[in-house]
């Protein structure tokens, strides 16, 4: 990663260190068309169109009352959309181990993503809970990647400046370049439907970034110490 060894790593959420449960979204989708009023289809534009931003920057129910779901009826949407996000908030194979590991050897660990509320309110319990020194939900802050304002917030939840930090994602909502925008290193993780233009490092598991950014230490070492760094749980 060059000659100044990182201080932190930050990671993107849905389809990097959690798989997003897009069938189970899928079977959910038609019964929350048909509590506002729309079909499938009108519902679908809505959603990953102009509600997109709406609902990743705020509370779901702001987005759906723009389609005229009454606070009752956004109550069981969002009771819904939580039980498909539950299932998703677990860490894909190596991420808990990976995190582990750079943990132990010294390194902050960071979290920037572009989610809806039902992730913040579900986070305590899930396995993430604990994993992190600094968490940026975008619904929480009202900003959304690649804003670079999303990414200094993480970093000063951190202690460390962007030259010191690597962000590791699927590569979604332009994060790898808006992540570089800001003076971060930015890491591919590169799947089998990966469809994102990237000159930049790339790994196929996430256990790849121990040798890329922490290679191992001498006993009694670690990139904190070495750091003079200090931090607290």
């Known amino acids: 990663m060059g000659a100044a060894a990182p201080r932190a790593v930050v990671f993107d959420l849905w389809n990097t260190i959690a798989e997003w449960p897009a069938e189970a979204w899928a079977e959910v989708r038609p019964s929350v068309a048909e509590r506002v009023g729309l079909t499938l289809e009108e519902f679908d534009a809505r959603w990953y169109g102009d509600l997109a931003h709406v609902r990743e920057m705020g509370p779901l129910a702001d987005a759906l009352a723009v389609i005229g779901a009454s606070p009752e009826t956004s109550a069981e949407i969002l009771e819904l959309r939580r039980d498909v996000t539950l299932q998703g908030l677990e860490p894909v194979p190596g991420a808990g181990e990976t995190i582990a590991a750079l943990r132990e050897r010294g390194l902050k660990i960071g979290l920037i993503t572009v989610c809806s509320e039902d992730v913040p309110l579900l986070w305590q319990e899930t396995a993430f809970h604990g994993l992190f020194d600094a968490e940026v939900f ?37 994060e790898l370049a808006g992540a570089e925008r800001v003076g971060m290193k930015a890491i591919l993780l590169e799947r089998d439907d990966t469809d994102v233009e990237w000159a930049g490092r790339r790994i196929r598991a996430l256990p790849e970034l121990l040798n890329v950014v922490a290679p191992a230490m001498p006993q009694g070492q670690s990139l904190g110490h070495r750091q ?3 931090r607290s749980g």
């Open 228 to 230: 003079n760094d200090t």
């Open 138 to 174: 975008s619904c929480s802050v009202g900003l959304r990647k690649p804003d670079p304002r999303i990414y200094h917030l993480a970093l000063e939840q951190l202690g460390v400046e962007p030259g010191e930090a690597v962000f590791v994602g699927d590569g979604a909502n332009d």
